[in-house]
């Protein structure tokens, strides 16, 4: 069979012949093997970091029509061994589900128009979104990229990509399935994102209103998951329990999604058409962030940014306690405000060191603003906006942003403030026991936090990847 795993990769490659292509065609026809062969090798193919073509060829779609790519054309051999292959792992019913709209829609070999019922065919949305209605009284958005299955009236295969989905029908009769397990939706609003590598799976959930259930390959892994509550899933194979992470700060992607505002007409919904799903959304809320934009696309760095973001607010909550503080502090019996807060400003200062993030690796655009949105405008002939898509520049002066690097150098500038007034007024001074011994022991360990925290600021100003 060696010769023939070459010629699946050459048909990935979109290196193969059509003499080698009919060959490999009827191997496939009749080994269970090299189909499995291919899977792995196409799934492999999509998480390479470096390769960023597709085995599906591109091509515009027209309102009314469904296009597939043509079996023997350049790019078209990969779209016909998914079809092929398809044939053997997949039943095909008669597809009940419709998709109503998209924004921005740019797919990858089946293309599907507005309107249109979906087909149970493997799909791959690479760019945009979509809003897809199923019988069980189920509105799901795919946003891109993302690859697909639509595998029954009632239930898709989500192998890659982010969803969200509102189930207002029989409890149970809605599910989604993922490489690491089953989500069956009971009454509620609820969001999936899928993301794998070579050797691991990862599922992220969320529910946004009543619960859901989850169901693994293994019994033990099965459970419930409520209203405001998330889980990370991470599987190896279906052999292996999996390990799930429950309600992780830093899990929180999905925005509540509105699938219940009315459609756009159709003179708005051709002002939208070049604005992408998930930035027209943005363009809702003034709050929009320009490293999203910029990291548009890639969703591992997206989910390390929500991280940073998350520790950023944490953070900027914590020291504009203390700043109130000194704001409204009043000095008395010539006590300054660095020696009545010592305790909490070295808690603080403990709180960076002694941490589990590791704050020297937080890169500069992650710690401050160094990119604002711009938003480029088009108006027609009456001077009315058609076309608003928002840009990503770069700004010649960061600023503050999160304020992570700004409240790291606060809190290095408060620590230094409470280290020289330890050593003006003698060892004994930071002990509850007036102990020199013991003030010079807290001395040190505070001159070494000061030491890590310069460190981790210098760090990061210098981490410009």
């Not at 291919?38 to 591109?58: A, K």
């Not at 029908?169 to 069956?184: I, N």
């Not at 992607?253 to 943005?282: C, H, M, V, W, Y």
Request: net charge negative; hydrophobic share 40%.
């Amino acid at each position: 069979m060696k010769n023939y795993e070459k010629l699946v990769w050459k048909l990935i490659d979109r290196e193969i012949s059509d003499i080698e292509f009919a060959d490999l065609q009827a191997k496939l026809l009749s080994c269970k093997e090299l189909r499995e062969y291919y899977q792995e090798c196409l799934e492999t193919d999509s998480t390479l970091v470096s390769r960023h073509h597709s085995p599906f060829l591109g091509f515009q779609e027209k309102k009314t029509e469904k296009k597939i790519v043509p079996f023997f054309t350049y790019g078209g051999w990969a779209a016909a061994v998914i079809v092929l292959f398809s044939v053997f792992f997949f039943s095909h019913p008669e597809p009940s589900a419709l998709l109503v709209s998209s924004e921005g829609a740019d797919w990858r070999g089946i293309a599907v128009s507005d309107g249109d019922s979906m087909p149970t065919d493997m799909l791959h949305l690479h760019r945009g979104a979509i809003e897809v209605d199923f019988p069980s009284k189920t509105k799901v958005v795919i946003e891109a990229p993302a690859y697909f299955q639509i595998s029954s009236a009632n239930s898709l295969i989500l192998g890659q990509g982010m969803l969200t989905a509102t189930h207002e029908g029989k409890p149970g009769s809605f599910s989604v399935q993922t490489p690491v397990g089953s989500f069956f939706d009971l009454g509620t609003q609820f969001g999936v994102f899928v993301d794998h590598t070579i050797e691991e799976a990862t599922v992220i959930t969320e529910v946004f209103e009543g619960n859901i259930k989850f169901e693994g390959f293994n019994k033990n892994d099965s459970r419930f998951i409520n209203e405001g509550e998330n889980a990370i899933i991470k599987g190896h194979n279906r052999n292996e329990s999996l390990k799930i992470i429950a309600n992780h700060p830093y899990a929180q992607l999905f925005p509540r999604p509105n699938l219940k505002a009315k459609s756009p007409t159709s003179a708005e919904q051709k002002g939208l058409s070049e604005i992408p799903f998930a930035d027209a959304r943005k363009s809702e809320s003034p709050d929009i962030d320009a490293i999203d934009i910029m990291l548009d696309g890639n969703l591992r760095a997206q989910i390390n940014y929500s991280m940073v973001k998350g520790i950023a607010s944490a953070l900027d909550q914590k020291v504009k306690i203390l700043e109130n503080a000194k704001n409204n502090y009043t000095p008395s019996d010539n006590i300054t405000f660095a020696e009545a807060a010592m305790r909490q400003i070295e808690a603080m200062g403990q709180s960076i060191v002694e941490s589990y993030v590791k704050f020297p690796e937080i890169r500069y655009w992650e710690a401050c603003q160094t990119a604002e949105v711009i938003w480029d405008e088009q108006r027609n002939e009456e001077g009315q906006i058609t076309h608003r898509i928002p840009h990503a520049q770069r700004l010649k002066q960061p600023r503050e942003g999160n304020r992570l690097l700004k409240n790291l150098e606060t809190i290095r500038e408060w620590i230094t403030d409470v280290h020289i007034i330890h050593e003006n007024k003698g060892m004994g001074w930071a002990s509850k026991f007036g102990c020199p011994e013991d003030g010079k022991a807290i001395f040190d360990k505070r001159n070494k936090n000061l030491l890590a925290i310069t460190y981790a600021i210098d760090s990061i100003k210098s981490n410009l990847d």
